[in-house]
């Protein structure tokens, strides 16, 4: 089978949940994607385009009176059989994360204590508004989604956010505990 890029299994993935339209798959990524995965939308419609070509979906036009003509787009048995065997195959490796606060810290002797300490705090509160949003998010699965057979997979990968925004608000708290008790 073909090996396709990650953009192309998550719109495949996107597509078992419902959303049908180029919107639809944009907002689904918007409200929930975001948090671990990037998409941009100008990746959307190149790899929609992309899976109609290789039989992976199809698209329909419907139309809707007073608007533009809308595609929709269904997965066929082989991207079907695509996005499962993708699933089953092992992560390539472990993801590397990018983190400008951390990049500062790192080269912090040529700054400020209190640039540094600006800048950490700064982080903190990112961090506990990330937190609320997950949080959120996670009140709105589990009262508007129960019926969802995805629900509990989406709870899991929200628990991780969670858990990843709470360790490193705990980081911010003792690295600024500690930086706070340096002598100028």
Same mark, same amino acid.
């Given at each position: 089978?073909?090996?396709?890029?990650?953009?192309?299994?998550?719109?495949l993935g996107i597509l078992t949940t419902g959303c049908r339209s180029g919107y639809a798959?944009?907002? &689904?990524?918007?409200?929930?994607?975001?948090?671990?995965?990037?998409?941009?939308?100008? @990746?959307? +419609?190149?790899?929609?385009?992309?899976?109609v070509e290789e039989e992976l979906a199809t698209v329909r036009s419907s139309a809707q009176e007073g608007k533009p003509v809308r595609k929709e787009y269904y997965l066929t048995p082989k991207g079907e059989e695509a996005l499962r065997d993708w699933l089953e195959k092992?992560?390539?490796?472990a993801p590397v994360e990018r983190n400008e606060m951390l990049l500062k810290l790192?080269?912090?002797?040529?700054?400020?204590?209190?640039?540094? &300490?600006?800048?950490?705090n700064d982080y903190k509160k990112k961090l506990e508004n990330r937190y @609320?949003? +997950?949080?959120?998010?996670?009140?709105?699965i589990s009262t508007h989604e129960q019926n969802q057979q995805d629900a509990t997979y989406w709870l899991f990968t929200?628990?991780?956010?969670?858990?990843?925004?709470k360790a490193a608000i705990d980081w911010c708290e003792s690295t600024i505990k500690q930086i706070s008790n340096w002598e100028d």
């Open positions: 089978m073909k090996k396709y890029n990650h953009t192309t299994y998550a719109i798959i944009k907002q &689904l990524i918007d409200n929930s994607l975001k948090h671990f995965w990037k998409i941009s939308y100008g @990746q959307i +419609y190149p790899t929609l385009k992309l899976i092992p992560i390539e490796q790192f080269f912090g002797r040529h700054q400020s204590k209190e640039s540094t &300490l600006l800048h950490l @609320q949003t +997950y949080s959120s998010i996670e009140q709105m929200l628990d991780y956010g969670k858990r990843i925004t």
